[in-house]
């Protein structure tokens, strides 16, 4: 017998929000802070000698948007398995 | 001839005394070099901040280091942090209420401990730390480096000095009303503030 349809879509979008968190969060840096807004490039006064940062925008996801994507993905996929699970219901007929 | 001595002796000392002189430098950085970094230690990982909106000027006669005066203010609302939440918070009304206490100062008293070699020196510096409307006494070391005739290498058209001071020191936020005793777990009670600045006195 074939898994219900519904039952399989819950895992296979639960299955893809892990991955593409996943994936997205190692290509955007896989900052393992929390999330930033901009990077800061070191940078030195040739004169002065002083250190200083140069801010550039750029979103860099952290582990305070991967660990509850991963959690949603995880809460789909155990939801499909629990769907899969359940006895269909049968219905007997007296005749 | 000896007029001509004399005179020359005198100009010798009223050139002496000219150098001798304090000057006013300018940490209004055009460049926007200037720049205050602060940190937290936080279980996840350290917050670490800038400010960039630095002005203020110190009186210096850098033949008499002691001889130092003057104030640095920061606009609190140039304090930037990169995570967005946390930026929000710390202009929020629970951390530096940046709205009502638009200004971090520090005002020098006295100094203490110099030591100069050539044009580069430490001291140890007295003064009044203002933040978020509390000010404590604090002492906070510093590097002092002098560049003479160096003003115009930074790319403007005027000729004159630089002054670049560090400094770093630690202040416990809980001292200036900024969640006294909360949020330990969270962010620690000590910030620890290094400051980088140079401050420019043109001449002429």
Redesign the interface.
Known sequence: MSAPRPARAVIAIGTAVILLSVVLWAVLGAN?????????IPKQ?????????E?VNRF?P???LLVPAIGAGFVCVFAGIIILKRKPKTHITTS | MKTQHIALVALTIATASLQAQPMNFDFKDPKGVNNIVFKLDAPLESINGTANGISGTITADPKAPEKISGKIIVDAKSLTVPNPVMQEHLHGADWLDTSKHPEITFEIKNVVNTKQDANQGTADINGVFTLKGVSKDVTVPVSVTYLPGRLKDRGGDKEGDLLVVRTTFKINRGEFGIKEGESLDKVSDVIEIQLSLAGAAPKG
């Open positions: 393992m802070g929390w999330t930033k807004s901009y990077i800061e006064d040739e004169v002065t000698g002083i250190d200083y940062t801010k860099v952290g582990v305070d």
